[in-house]
């Protein structure tokens, strides 16, 4: 069975500073890769995904995630973050045989002025 | 491209009784996923359709729990004597089976409230 770890529940960051929000999974097979973000009061929305090939995946809003498979890792991070960017981050792995998305419990992003 | 939507945004109901939710996807998605989610956790997968098919259902879930997708169009999700650990958010999901790049479309989800 696949898993997923999110090991910080909330991460607290001042607005332009760097931020790292943690993931690590677990899969006896190929998986494929995602991080979702739920604003509030809005529906989960992709940021970006690992299927194959580059390691190094950017997606929306100046994200990007690197996938580590010796460490079953896919960390999400941005150089410098936005007020805007606060919400709930969500890691998920789908392996190659199976439909559904298994996701983490989510990190909670707050952006401080 | 209007998105997914459910209804209700949110329904409180006893102990007992039944529920149902109604969701939407985007018009050409032949994907539609239900998922549950709870404080604190993620959302944890429910059940999925392939056009009017369903394709996987939880092992997890309840027989109390039903979904429907008739014409492959939009899904129902029924519960049955609800109980008070049913009180959750229930978010649906469409996409385009594209197999390898497939991207959820989210809704904003039903908040189920049993009292």
């Known amino acids: 069975a696949q898993s997923v770890t999110q090991l910080d529940s909330q991460v607290p960051v001042f607005e332009e500073a760097p931020v790292e929000l943690r993931c690590n999974y677990s899969s006896s097979v190929s998986v494929y890769l995602f991080w979702y973000v739920q604003y509030p009061n809005q529906g989960l929305q992709l940021l970006l995904k690992y299927l194959s090939g580059s390691t190094l995946v950017k997606g929306i809003n100046g994200f990007e995630a690197e996938f580590n498979k010796s460490q079953t890792s896919f960390h999400l991070r941005k150089p410098s973050v936005h007020i805007s960017d606060t919400a709930e981050y969500f890691c998920a792995v789908r392996t190659t045989y199976t439909d559904k998305l298994i996701f983490g419990t989510g990190t909670r992003l707050q952006v401080f002025p | 491209d209007t998105g997914v939507s459910q209804d209700p945004r949110h329904k409180i109901t006893k102990r007992g009784q039944n529920v149902t939710f109604r969701c939407d996807p985007i018009?050409?998605?032949?994907?539609l996923y239900w998922y549950r989610q709870t404080l604190g956790q993620g959302p944890e997968f429910l059940t999925y359709?392939?056009?009017?098919?369903?394709?996987?259902k939880s092992r997890l879930l309840s027989d109390r729990f039903s979904a429907e997708r008739p014409k492959g169009s939009f899904s129902t999700l029924e519960i049955q004597r609800t109980e008070q650990g049913d009180s959750a958010m229930y978010l649906c999901?469409?996409?385009?089976?594209?197999?390898?790049?497939?991207?959820?479309?989210f809704g904003s989800g039903t908040q189920l409230s049993v009292l």
């Open positions: 018009s050409e998605h032949n994907r």
């Open positions: 999901a469409s996409s385009l089976n594209d197999r390898e790049g497939e991207k959820l479309f």
């Open positions: 359709f392939q056009n009017e098919a369903q394709l996987e």
